[in-house]
């Protein structure tokens, strides 16, 4: 067996040298385990503050212990009654080929509904964060104006499709031409900006949102966040989601520099966590299932091979090299 530990704490932007390979044994499982074949690994922008050795809403990884997240694999030996050889799973688990996990570390998915990867993307805690954070705090109603940051990762997508069953006009912001072509040709949204390329963010936006914004889904924080706020509409609503921009910075925290905008539009802005709706996941997950299987929902993933590579595909989300979720696939079932 092998896994992926934290070798050391990164200083700003994370390297491979954060990370380390081990071959390790794997024991037999105990009486309630069952061993687990790791199929796809989920990497996460949110893991760069578990590298971090600061309090936050889930624990730090531990040096040079395992790096773990979302993970959906097969069950291949099982001394669990609910469990047996040949079950697909999902469970938070190490960066490992194999885990050994008591039953309650995991639950079934069907991979006959759905391919297995979507249960770590559209079907999965991205596709439940872009569902709760937009219909529960956006709450975008039909004609008005919802614009979306980091619009081509994972969440963002969702949540630019979700806004667009909804009925409203969505704008997205992302990092490349490739990228904003696709979000307007495949994805229906009504337009997108490249905000490496664009000359004024401020006036490209005021463009393609000519009423203003009612709701902006914020997953990058910083200079983009800025210029979104400068065009709240009263009482507009803004789910903060991520600040990926802010994640590698050794000065601190860019934002949201929101005061005056926030009081002159009376806006919103709240910040959530999807774990805040676990009560209501399967109500998410629903409805998620539902529009995939009537095409309104799209479900784009970025998948590289090899166990060797879950640094990499990690490390690129901070250059944007992923177009939807980012997954590694380890293994065939
Ligand atoms: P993504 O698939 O969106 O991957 C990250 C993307 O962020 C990249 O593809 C890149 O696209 C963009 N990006 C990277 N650096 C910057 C930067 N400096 N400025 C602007 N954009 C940048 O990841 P997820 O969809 O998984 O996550 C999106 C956000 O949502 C993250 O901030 C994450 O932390 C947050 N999140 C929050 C959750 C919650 O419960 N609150 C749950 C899940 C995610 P590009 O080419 O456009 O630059």
Redesign the pocket.
């Known amino acids: 067996n092998e896994q992926i530990v934290l070798a050391s704490r990164p200083e700003g932007m994370p390297t491979h040298q954060n990370f380390t390979y081990e071959t390790i044994d794997t024991k037999p499982p105990q009486q309630g385990e069952v061993v687990v074949k790791s199929l796809y690994i989920s990497v996460?922008?949110?893991m760069r503050g578990r590298m971090s050795d600061q309090k936050s809403y889930v624990e730090p990884f531990q040096l040079n212990q395992v790096v773990s997240g979302g993970v959906v694999g097969e069950v291949v030996e099982s001394q669990n009654d609910s469990f047996n050889v040949g079950d697909k799973v999902f469970g938070m688990l190490g960066w490992r080929r194999f885990n050994v996990v008591p039953a309650e570390q995991i639950r079934k998915v069907d991979g006959e509904a759905a391919p297995l990867s979507a249960y770590l993307s559209v079907l999965g805690?991205?596709g439940l964060?872009a569902y709760f954070g937009l219909l529960n705090i956006g709450k975008p109603k039909e004609g008005e104006t919802v614009v979306v940051s980091?619009a081509?990762?994972?969440?963002?997508m969702v949540v630019g499709q979700i806004a667009k069953i909804q009925g409203a006009h969505v704008v997205g912001i992302?990092?490349?031409d490739k990228?904003v072509q696709y979000l307007v040709e495949e994805l229906g949204f009504d337009s997108a900006i490249n905000y490496k390329t664009v000359d004024n963010m401020q006036s490209a936006l005021e463009g393609l949102c000519p009423n203003g914004v009612d709701v902006y889904f914020d997953?990058?924080g910083?200079e983009?966040s800025d210029a979104v706020l400068n065009l709240l509409n009263p009482f507009a609503r803004i789910p903060l989601?991520?600040?990926?921009?802010s994640y590698n910075r050794t000065d601190g925290d860019l934002g949201p520099r929101v005061q005056t905008k926030l009081i002159k539009s009376r806006a919103g802005i709240q910040g959530?966590?999807?774990g805040d709706y676990a009560d209501r996941f399967s109500e998410g997950a629903k409805h998620l299932a539902k529009w995939l299987s009537e095409g309104k929902l799209v479900n784009e993933e970025t998948i590289v091979e090899g166990f060797d590579n879950v640094p990499d595909a990690f490390l690129g989300?901070?250059s944007?090299e992923?177009l939807g979720?980012?997954l590694v696939k380890v293994a065939d079932p």
């Open positions: 996460d922008p949110y805690l991205t964060t980091g081509a990762g994972a969440v963002g992302a990092g490349t990228k997953n990058v910083g983009i989601c991520g600040a990926i921009s959530f966590i999807v989300l901070f944007g992923n979720k980012q």
